[in-house]
């Protein structure tokens, strides 16, 4: 859960977002490196006199400037691609989910299962219990086993969403006549809360998604009681 003032990400609980994590403090050490060596170039410049007549007009200075630009774009590239291909991958999912975008619900399809289907919407303000989350709550979770391979496929019946749960590094657009699909795996039980994240009319801000983790005897238990 995010909480006020936070700067960071929240908690990580799967894999693809530990490595998106790990990329982000990557990434933004080489900035810190770059910003700290513009600004000490900087201040060297307009404190030292004369300064400026060797660097403004030298080769050697206009290759490194050249050349160490491009190994830092690579180091930044590689982890990237890396990332983006382990979060296209999809080997042998236990269990496939249909999450499909409504103006303003989502509604789940356990494709696996054959009368296994519901709607989602959010628990109005007045109906919360004590301890809720306003503007986050759900009348049907959606329960999945934790600590297996899960593919979500996501399509919209109206107009473009996008599911997105950011403790599971996970955001995939919802398009009305495309299938997309993603793959999550919690390493931890829990309840991880999302929302929409692409603009879909009036009531955008009121179709959260809730994904509840736990053991595959739960699960299994669950989803025999909804059928």
């Known amino acids: 859960m995010p909480y006020p003032m936070q700067l960071g990400f929240q908690d990580a609980t799967s894999p693809i977002m530990e490595e998106l994590t790990y990329f982000h ?52 590239a590689l982890p990237s691609l890396r990332i983006l ?27 696996d299962y054959e009368d296994l289907t519901f709607d989602s919407y959010m628990i109005p303000t007045q109906d919360l219990a004590p301890g ?8 049907n979770r959606v329960v999945l086993p934790m600590e297996l391979p899960i593919r ?29 699909q993603a793959t ?13 994240s692409e603009i879909c009319g009036s009531n955008h801000s009121f179709m959260p998604i809730v994904l509840e983790m736990t053991t595959l005897k739960y699960f299994e238990k669950w989803s025999s009681m909804m059928q």
């Open 25 to 76: 403090d990557h990434t933004l050490m080489i900035v810190f490196l770059i910003s700290s060596l513009v600004l000490y170039i900087i201040i060297l410049m307009l404190t030292t006199k004369l300064t400026h007549t060797s660097t403004m007009d030298a080769q050697e200075v206009e290759t490194i400037w050249t050349i160490l630009p491009a190994v830092i774009l690579v180091l930044i």
């Open 85 to 111: 291909y382990m979060m296209d991958e999809i080997y042998n999912p236990y269990l496939t989910i249909k999450a499909m975008g409504h103006q303003w619900y989502w509604s789940y399809e356990y494709t």
């Open 132 to 139: 809720q989350f306003r503007l986050l709550e759900v009348d």
């Open 152 to 180: 979500v496929l996501i399509s919209s019946e109206d107009v473009i969403h996008a599911w997105t749960l950011p403790s599971l590094g996970l955001k995939a657009d919802a398009i009305p006549g495309r299938l997309n």
């Open 184 to 196: 999550l795996t919690s390493t931890r039980p829990g309840v991880y809360y999302g929302q929409c």
